[in-house]
């Protein structure tokens, strides 16, 4: 198989360049939605650079990677409860940002709300440029997940375990500065020097784990408020790396990350 992946520099005195924000995990939640709504997030999920792969430390190190994401649940509306449709935006613009389009479905598993399961699929294109270094990428993937209610039923407060097991497919390539033994990247020199400049292409799929603990509050009002879910996360995956310009076997990671969700939609209709 043809192996591609891209990447980029760092390693330098004052700093380092950081692109391909490169999340492990999508950290959305499965318990099902009792009316149609939307939910919004912000969060810091675990994953890594593409950058990163370039790096001299034999030991591959996770991130957390800022990500914004809306889904909307149409429910009943569209005669397809527990689908819904969406996307984020993962990184900022300084790091090679990129959108990426979402669709989930969910629901729960048995009659007393305590058991749900769910699926994400995601895809999209990111590239970006910084100190002389540059990437492209095309990803896609595909996450299943759980959620276990551990507290009783509350209108208030509820704690959940959740976790997820996912693989991204990815194919990228990048430019970047080597240092003097053309093994590692670098931050490029001011003028750049040509000679010093390396093109690194690669692909492959890489799995995902995660799990979870999750605050769910104000989940089961009958307002238009949804509810909100505050979750801290840690998740273990697999990192390209490349060296001398070449991909090599890739490596394992761990991190961590927070985010925070909330639901906005229909009213409960009154009984009559």
């Not at 380092?16 to 149609?36: D, E, H, S, Y």
């Not at 961590?256 to 229909?266: E, I, Q």
Request: hydrophobic fraction near 40%; include cysteine.
């Amino acid at each position: 198989m043809t192996k591609k992946l891209a990447l980029i520099a760092m390693l330098a005195s004052t700093g380092c360049t950081t692109l391909g924000p490169m999340p492990a995990i999508t950290a959305q939640n499965v318990v099902p939605a009792a009316r149609p709504g939307v939910e919004a997030q912000v969060a810091a999920v675990p994953g890594y650079y593409l950058s990163q792969s370039v790096q001299e430390d034999q030991e591959a190190k996770g991130i957390a990677v800022m990500q914004g994401a809306v889904m909307v649940e149409p429910g009943e509306l569209v005669e397809a409860p527990g689908f819904s449709i969406g996307g984020r935006f993962v990184g900022d613009a300084e790091n090679g940002g990129y959108p990426e389009p979402m669709l989930r479905y969910r629901t729960y598993v048995g009659s007393h709300e305590v058991f749900a399961l769910g699926g994400v699929v995601y895809g999209g294109y990111g590239h970006g440029k910084d100190r002389e270094a540059s990437y492209e990428v095309t990803r896609g993937g595909a996450e299943l997940g759980f959620d276990v209610r551990a507290t009783p039923k509350s209108s208030w407060a509820e704690v959940h375990i959740a976790g997820s097991l996912g693989f991204t497919g990815l194919d990228a390539n990048g430019d970047y500065c080597l240092d003097a033994n053309g093994r590692w990247g670098v931050d490029c020199p001011k003028p750049p020097d040509t000679g010093l400049r390396t093109h690194a292409e690669a692909s492959g799929f890489y799995p995902s784990a995660a799990g979870a603990i999750a605050l769910d509050l104000a989940r089961h009002l009958h307002g238009v408020l949804h509810g909100g879910r505050i979750a801290l996360h840690g998740a273990v995956g697999r990192m390209p790396r490349v060296e001398y310009g070449e991909q090599i076997s890739a490596k394992t990671y761990t991190a961590a990350g927070l985010s925070v969700t909330l639901g906005l939609g229909a009213v409960e209709p009154k009984k009559r």
